[in-house]
């Protein structure tokens, strides 16, 4: 396992509410308001490394929302799905709209790094945004007691790839 996906697996094992970021938690509480009927799927997307993947764990982690990947087969714990690389086509997108009732959910969220092509889904961008990179080299530190290099990142996955 190389150490980016041994850190992504420390932080999916540890994280908590508490380690979200001011961009994540704003795209959280754009979430908790539109959650459910009418806003039966919505989408949060972002470029690679912006933070995505990490809110659909936490969502799991919190009893929100099921996690999964486009590709797998849905097995809902929770009210929610979320489903990570999402397609962003609106033939893939409508699709969505019955299985909410299928699998009896109140919302699927589509992960994806492009906007949906579906005008009247609400969508949510995720960015990595002045004071997000500090929080999360804090976080590293504060609870994995991994200290992140100094430089300018993009993105969390380029921070996390120069972690050592």
Request: glycine share 6%; charged share 25%.
């Amino acid at each position: 396992m190389g150490n980016l996906e041994s850190i992504s697996a420390r932080i999916r094992d540890r994280a908590t509410i508490d380690w979200m970021t001011p961009s994540q938690k704003a795209v959280w509480n754009f979430v908790n308001e539109f959650d459910g009927p009418p806003h039966r799927v919505i989408n949060i997307f972002g470029f690679e490394g912006t933070g995505k993947t990490f809110l659909g764990w936490l969502m799991e982690r919190e009893h929100y929302a099921s996690y999964m990947l486009w590709n797998h087969t849905p097995k809902p714990q929770f009210p929610r799905l979320v489903i990570d690389n999402a397609r962003t086509d609106r033939a893939s997108t409508r699709d969505m709209r019955p299985m909410v009732d299928a699998l009896n959910l109140k919302q699927i969220i589509l992960l994806s790094r492009t906007r949906i092509d579906e005008p009247s889904l609400p969508a949510f961008e995720l960015r990595v945004l002045d004071g997000d990179i500090e929080a999360i080299k804090a976080n590293l530190y504060r609870h994995l007691r991994i200290t992140a290099p100094e430089g300018t990142f993009r993105n969390y996955k380029l921070l996390l790839s120069e972690v050592g």
